[in-house]
């Protein structure tokens, strides 16, 4: 596996949808890039998806949150919290996640409220907040090889029950990842 020294930091409502938190995990494990997270980023999109679905419980959504801890061991990003005060941002509430962005040098925040991540402030710490699709289509102009494998990967997940090509592409099109389906729309062969 390679091993890249781009980092980017997961904003809490990338992960709250499996099926992106899914396909950003398989992105994570090609080594194309450095994925982290934090315990706070865990906190929210957990709370938010146990508001939302009464069909989960606290124990599944914690043996995920575990399951993507011990995928990347070093995705989880620590001690940041000395940092927050002293960082503006439009929701004080974000605070948290640039500073954890800050400490493990992220090249990026993945979130797509990206009002609540002003370029002017982040590109302070040279840090850019980028939507999920931009992300990703960025990363296949570095590594197309590496979106294609993720995607293989993910869709080869899919058991229960099983997606052709076609609906696993329309699964992420839900995603809100239309420029992303767009480019794997050609492959469909391969994944």
């Known amino acids: 596996m390679r091993h890249s020294s781009f980092t980017a ?5 990338v992960l709250y949808p499996a099926p992106l938190r899914d396909f950003l995990m398989h992105l994570a494990l090609t080594g194309a890039y450095r994925a982290r997270w934090s315990a706070l980023v865990h906190d929210e999109w957990k709370r938010n998806l146990l508001a939302n679905r009464s069909d989960l419980t606290q124990g599944q959504l ?10 990347v061991p070093d995705g989880l990003v620590t001690g940041y919290e000395s940092l927050i005060e002293g960082l503006q941002l ?3 509430d974000d ?7 800050i400490k493990c040098n ?3 925040i993945v979130t797509f409220n990206l009002k609540d991540f002003p370029k002017d402030i982040l590109g302070q710490f040279n840090i850019e907040p980028l939507h999920p699709d ?3 289509t960025d990363l296949w102009d570095i590594d ?6 993720a995607a293989r990967r993910q869709r080869a997940s899919l058991k229960v029950p099983p997606h052709s090509a076609r609906e696993y592409l329309d699964r992420l099109l839900l995603q809100k990842l239309p420029e992303t389906v767009k480019l794997l729309s ?6």
């Open 9 to 13: 930091f997961y904003d809490a409502n």
């Open 62 to 71: 914690d043996r995920t949150s575990a399951l993507m801890d011990k995928a």
């Open 90 to 92: 439009p929701d004080v």
């Open 106 to 108: 992220a090249s990026v």
């Open 144 to 149: 197309a090889a590496a979106v294609l494998e």
């Open 186 to 191: 050609s492959f469909e062969f391969v994944i």
């Open 134 to 136: 931009d992300f990703i």
């Open 95 to 101: 605070r948290h996640v640039l500073a954890a962005a």
